[in-house]
């Protein structure tokens, strides 16, 4: 019906229109009967070739990269909406940029954003990974160190590699966390071996590989103690748990939208403080050489403008509910650690991540339970997830029976339990030992 | 009812679930009966504080960056599906790339794109300004010339700053159209005066100031005989006119899927021939000092993957589409002539882009027609744009009445009619004489 009403001139609607519209809204009244009647055919397709997708409807859901990056019932009806091109950019006035346009609310929600990570500005960027690139590339030349860790990201490798600079890691200590004391060493490690300070050091709340989480405030510290720039990667918290970035002590605040923040990809957020705002969000300076053009106060790092529609609008209409869950973060944790409970009834089945869950992305170990199983069964791996999947439960690397993550963040009290009974329901069909 | 579905059980619906679904289902049957009697109350805000976005739907949008960038029918319908955040991620498999997954068809995508485009390789990236940032950031150093034109974009100029580059423009002959000859002359002139070559140059085909089209074909001999490599930009073309990266002799084609592949902001497409695949599609080298972790088959200046969700499915959903409409090209150009003839009926307007047009995109002057009334008009400016939008026309810069752009594309010969006649409706309306 939309899609008559955008050919159609402004003026009304000619017959053949009226009765297109006519013929649409019969057609969803037989539709509403047959879901009223339990009747129907199933769509395969969206679009062309494309294969609707019911992943969040018809299963719950536990990807490790995938869980909080769900959008929002908002978000999904803003999209509906603000899905064309530039669609933010109806009301774009001077100085024509992202971040100052008033309708939609643009420059009210950058403003609330750099509040709500407790940071003085910021940008909405393509996804955590722009951010990081954005304060390498002002930060690092050829030849200098930025400080990672044994669990850092391989996209803050790549911003790295992208400049030119080099990469020291700090080692996680024996419960695989990364620790103040370990990032002060190696400081002084890199400072006695190679003359110099890193130029920048990166520490991840919580990493990808095991959501343990790390000591960020001490590694505030140490950045203040040793004078080096600190970026805290909050692509696992910004949008899920409260997040204050000068409490943490941090110079920079990267989130990501479509990881945690109920956004479409690609998505995220660059704040940083006051005195890094000429730095990083540094406007251009480049003329042409003949006609001295020059180009206002677009910013070289973000290219300009950055996300001018889906991914902005649905972080906005995301934001107002993100603000909220991030209050109840203890319960998610809790709640992750009731799976972890009914997990380990499992016998064999172990923990990779720290223990207690102090998040809702895990490592497990079943080698020496289902993997067990799969050794001898005809599909190998796949029984599990093929079983997992039976049960409605999708998300667990398809095939993978030894290490693998899942995620278990949004999920209710009644899905954790029925969650973590398919786990022991699988294993108690293959005989395996449950207590 | 998606959302209840989203916090149901895989197993079945509870009983309060049942009914917030049979409630949904008579709310859309009270809404549909309310649209056939023409009854009903209109929606104001669509989530929150965000207003519902009609732009298409009441108005002919004339909005010179927007018109090629609206969604098709398939695209919003793909959106519906796979809004949330990592939504293409469902299957991504060894070797964890975006421009590798089978399913949806990411991959055979990517390859079509590249035999779209008549170049070897392509990848998606986030919006034309982000491929122009990968080729500039791969083959300039600090100080090395990028030779842009008198009326390239801005992105460009970012796009070298951020690279420590210098620029150096070509102007435009006296129909401000960029030719081969004065390509030529001035890498010989920057050649003698700075002794070396430009390491890069970009020519926009249409470029975003009149929308007149450049010699490409004659950039392109003009590339090989200096040898210096060529950057197509695309942003006005690549998606609305056929495009063909080997035959104009671009070493590059970058495309904007916003601006002209009907998908959501921000996307784009970077193109290459096969001799620079292993320079701008460079893998991850990097290592980590302690770890010795490496990242497999990342590229660098990609940053891993791009485009995760709602623009790279829109992209692939509208791209049939696209492939189409490329066809006729020469319709949307007749049309664009259309209006103009009778735009140019209103005495003392006039275009300032090339005429004949080649392209949907026009730059006008109605100093001598409309800025007249605006002079003493208690609206100024505005009461143009309120006229306009009156009658259903919407797009054109608010309260601009000198020099503005409009874009044509997409309009059928009935709406080209239409806007054409409102233009003389309001010049007749404040007197102003028409031919």
Request: charged share 30%; glycine share 8%.
């Amino acid at each position: 019906m939309r899609e008559v009403f955008r050919h159609a001139l402004p003026t009304e609607l000619s017959d053949s229109e009226e009765a297109a519209i006519k013929s649409k809204l019969d057609r969803l009244e037989k539709i509403i009967s047959e879901i009223k009647a339990g009747k129907g055919n199933r769509l395969k397709y969206v679009a062309g070739k494309l294969e609707l997708r019911t992943r969040e409807e018809e299963f719950i859901n536990v990807d490790p990269i995938q869980a909080a990056g769900r959008l929002t019932l908002d978000a999904r009806k803003a999209l509906i909406s603000y899905g064309d091109g530039y669609s933010v950019c109806d009301n774009c006035r001077k100085p024509f940029r992202l971040d100052k346009i008033k309708k939609p609310q643009l420059e009210e929600f950058h403003a609330e954003l750099a509040t709500f990570l407790g940071m003085d500005a910021a940008r909405v960027v393509p996804g955590a990974r722009r951010g990081f690139q954005a304060v390498v590339s002002s930060l690092v030349e050829k030849g200098d160190i930025v400080l990672l860790t044994a669990f850092s990201h391989y996209t803050e490798f790549l911003a790295v590699e992208a400049s030119g600079g080099v990469v020291r890691e700090v080692m996680g200590d024996e419960k695989n966390i990364i620790t103040a004391e370990a990032i002060a060493e190696r400081i002084e490690a890199i400072e006695r071996e190679e003359g110099k300070r890193p130029a920048l050091m990166i520490i991840d709340h919580i990493d990808y590989l095991f959501g343990n989480e790390h000591d960020v405030y001490g590694a505030g510290k140490v950045a203040a103690e040793y004078d080096v720039p600190f970026l805290y990667n909050g692509a696992y918290t910004v949008g899920t748990m409260p997040v204050d970035g000068k409490a943490i002590g941090a110079d920079f605040v990267v989130g990501s939208g479509h990881k945690s923040m109920a956004s479409c990809a690609p998505s995220g957020v660059l704040a940083v403080k006051d005195e890094w705002v000429d730095k990083i969000f540094r406007t251009t300076a480049i003329k042409g050489d003949l006609t001295m053009r020059s180009f206002g106060i677009k910013e070289v790092e973000m290219l300009g403008c950055t996300l001018m529609g889906a991914p902005v609008i649905t972080m906005m209409a995301s934001f107002p509910h993100v603000k909220e869950r991030v209050k109840e973060w203890k319960n998610e944790v809790r709640r992750s650690n009731r799976f972890i409970e009914l997990f380990l009834k499992v016998k064999g089945s172990k923990v990779l991540s720290e223990m207690p869950r102090k998040h809702t992305l895990t490592k497990v170990d079943t080698t020496a339970s289902f993997d067990v199983i799969a050794k001898t069964h005809k599909k190998r791996g796949y029984f599990f997830t093929s079983e997992l999947k039976k049960r409605g439960i999708i998300g667990i690397f398809e095939g993978a029976t030894r290490d693998w993550k899942l995620n278990t963040y949004g999920l209710s009290d009644r899905e954790i339990e029925y969650l973590g009974e398919a786990f022991i329901e699988i294993a108690e069909k293959y005989g395996i030992e449950v207590e």
